[in-house]
């Protein structure tokens, strides 16, 4: 049996606009202008309030933590599959994934386990995943406690197992686990970013990301 675990935001849903614009309104809530779009994205993947500790370094704690309550208030208000639509080809990548008798899937994912529970049911993703392992549970990737959670519920070993996703994090966190990370070039951290964290590859779309997957898995 194989495994292989998701990250969500830039991997399998677009939220980029769905994501700054929730952020634009949480900094604005807190009385700080908001930031370019890239500086937003570039810290994708990490547990949020680890993401606004980095987006904004000088502000006081208190402050952080309105940025915090207010991006979750504004994600949560937001219509899902219209504004974090799943990437072209994830559906069918997953239901082929899924429909095999020697793999199972999981997601490994900087989101509240609250905010990906409301991905899953918007996009109608129920009973694909085996694990669900959120910040709410684990320190901020890179650190592989997500995935080593996700071995010991599934009861494989890591050489047997692989992590897929967007950002230099999830391949960082993938090593750490000694598992594959496979990279995917439509996120949002750059193709020679995941090559340089140690991606076995970098897919191009779904269709190259189920071969390498399958000759992996073979």
Known sequence: MKLVVFDVDGTLVDSQ????????????????????????????????????AQLAPEADPP????????YRAAFMMARIAEDAPLYPGALACLDALSGRDDMLLAIATGKSRRGL???????????????LQT???????PDPAMLLAALAETGIDADRAA??????????MARAARM????VGWGYHPAAALRAAGAAMVAADFAALSRAIEDWAA
């Open 163 to 172: 992590m897929v996703g967007d950002t230099s994090f999830d391949i960082e």
């Open 117 to 131: 529970l409301a991905m899953i049911e918007a996009h109608g993703l129920q009973g694909r995943f085996v694990s």
């Open 17 to 52: 606009h769905h994501i700054c614009r929730a952020m634009d309104i949480a900094f604005e809530h807190a009385g700080l202008e908001p930031l370019p779009s890239p500086h937003v994205l570039g810290i994708v993947g990490l547990s949020l309030p680890v993401a606004v």
């Open 63 to 70: 402050t952080q933590a309105r940025i915090v309550a207010g």
């Open 135 to 141: 910040a709410d549970d684990h320190p901020s990737k």
């Open 180 to 183: 594959t990370g496979f990279g």
